[in-house]
């Protein structure tokens, strides 16, 4: 039962274009969001996070949005840029229990050049 | 300083042997996660550490899949009688303190492959 979908399983975006990764949720009872990049042959690192009573959070080139009432969120970077090609996994998290994470099944974005 | 190391980065075994994957978190960091990646899937939550609590096991599929943290630092998932279906990406994280807005920092990864 996937908690957390990634309905996109890649995305192909120009360099300097807006590239947006889109995320479903269907557990009322996550009220923490992140996203992870992974490169080949690592490990996802954390790119951004927001809580529940946000409905957005900005880091530079990245922007995460969320809509609890849609139980969406999506990563928004601008400009996109070559070295961002990876792929972008969507997680969640609930405030109680083993706080692990709630992973969908990643969007491989490739930036042109 | 130095992040998540795992071992080995690739295990190649034949279906009905065991194998152990080791873990070491970043020093000084109390909560470690194991998940794992199949082919087409997200990461899957196996198995989660914290401090000295009882670990919580309940993402495990099965009771041929084990896990122990000795002095609350490397761990080792071990898999008994592996089955080509283990076949996957093991993938540990650690955090500071296992708090729901702690970063998780996830190792490399050891690829299993089961023949």
């Known amino acids: 039962d996937q908690q957390v979908k990634q309905n996109s399983p890649s995305l192909s975006v120009q360099e300097g274009r807006i590239s947006i990764l889109n995320c479903d949720y269907t557990n009322s009872m996550f009220d923490y969001f992140l996203w992870y990049k992974k490169y080949p042959a690592e490990g996802p690192t954390f790119l951004i996070s927001i809580s529940s009573i946000k409905d957005k959070n900005e880091d530079g080139r990245f922007t995460v949005f969320l809509n609890k009432s849609a139980k969406h969120l999506s990563l928004h970077i601008v400009p996109s840029q070559p070295g961002d090609s990876a792929v972008y996994f969507c997680?969640?998290?609930?405030?109680?229990?083993?706080?692990?994470?709630?992973f969908g099944t990643g969007t491989r974005l490739t930036v042109i050049p | 300083g130095a992040g998540v190391s795992q071992s080995p980065s690739n295990k190649v075994t034949e279906k009905g042997k065991d194998v152990e994957l080791r873990c070491d978190p970043i020093?000084?960091?109390?909560?470690l996660y194991w998940y794992r990646q199949s082919l087409g899937q997200g990461l899957e939550f196996l198995i989660y550490?914290?401090?000295?609590?009882?670990?919580?096991k309940s993402g495990l599929p099965s009771d041929r899949f084990s896990a122990e943290r000795t002095g609350g630092s490397v761990s080792t998932l071990t898999i008994q009688r592996t089955q080509q279906e283990d076949s996957a990406v093991y993938l540990c994280?650690?955090?500071?303190?296992?708090?729901?807005?702690?970063?998780?920092?996830f190792g490399p990864g050891t690829r299993l492959t089961v023949l």
């Open positions: 997680a969640a998290s609930k405030v109680t229990g083993a706080n692990n994470l709630f």
């Open positions: 994280a650690s955090s500071r303190a296992g708090a729901w807005t702690d970063t998780q920092y």
């Open positions: 550490f914290q401090g000295n609590s009882a670990p919580d």
């Open positions: 020093s000084g960091h109390t909560a």
